[in-house]
């Protein structure tokens, strides 16, 4: 079992997320230099730490189906929350520095790849403005899949509709609480169909 799912979940002994920690998303369904996504996965955790992202919980890992439905292999989520000194778009940069370091390569919108990590929330910021959040948040599927916004836009816009977030969210961050939704993550998985919440299983 990789040593990334450790038992840095819930340290403190709190699901509740301070405001100055980072909710990161973490998927894969692609092998990489590091091996197969699980093992890409738990190599990329170690990289963290050199970025300044010093990992506070793990999720367990999860296995759901390629969405759209036969566009490639089930991928293996995780979510982790960090604490760090940088901004939200540096966060983002060191992210995209660790994708790019297992072969993350940027081809396709939602296509296959070794290594995708989100940056979901930092805190209870919002950015760049509510009106914006709101916008992407309220974007239909068919938009959602052919769009992209130019900026960092917080938190995810599609946070709220994805179990395979949620359901690796709510190991070690269930408490956290969507600024604009003011829906905990809890809630929200709550509020998915039962069916996009047990498609996520656990590894």
Not at 72 to 90: E, I
Not at 109 to 122: C, F, K, N, Q
Not at 129 to 137: E, I, Y
Not at 169 to 176: K, N, Q, R, S, V
Request: charged letters at 20%; proline letters at 8%.
């Amino acid at each position: 079992m990789p040593q990334a799912r450790s038992t840095l979940k819930n340290m403190g002994g709190s699901s509740l997320v301070p405001d100055n920690l980072a909710l990161i998303a973490i998927g894969g369904n692609l092998p990489s230099d590091a091996g197969d996504p699980v093992r890409t996965i738990a190599a990329a955790l170690q990289q963290f730490e050199a970025f300044d992202l010093h990992l506070r919980a793990v999720s367990a890992f999860y296995r759901t189906p390629c969405f759209p439905p036969g566009s490639g292999p089930d991928y293996v989520n995780a979510a982790v929350t960090v604490s760090t000194s940088l901004s939200a778009t540096a966060i983002l940069d060191a992210l995209h520095a660790v994708e790019a370091h297992f072969g993350r390569r940027r081809l396709q919108r939602w296509g296959r790849r070794t290594l995708d990590l989100d940056l979901v929330a930092v805190g209870d910021s919002v950015a760049p403005d509510s009106g914006t959040q709101n916008a992407w948040r309220g974007l239909p599927l068919d938009e959602q899949m052919n769009k992209a916004p130019s900026e960092l836009v917080l938190p995810h816009p599609r946070l709220q509709d994805r179990g395979f977030v949620l359901v690796p969210l709510a190991d070690i961050a269930i408490g956290w609480v969507h600024p604009l939704v003011n829906q905990s993550v809890g809630q929200m998985l709550h509020a998915l169909p039962e069916t996009a919440r047990e498609e996520v299983k656990k590894l």
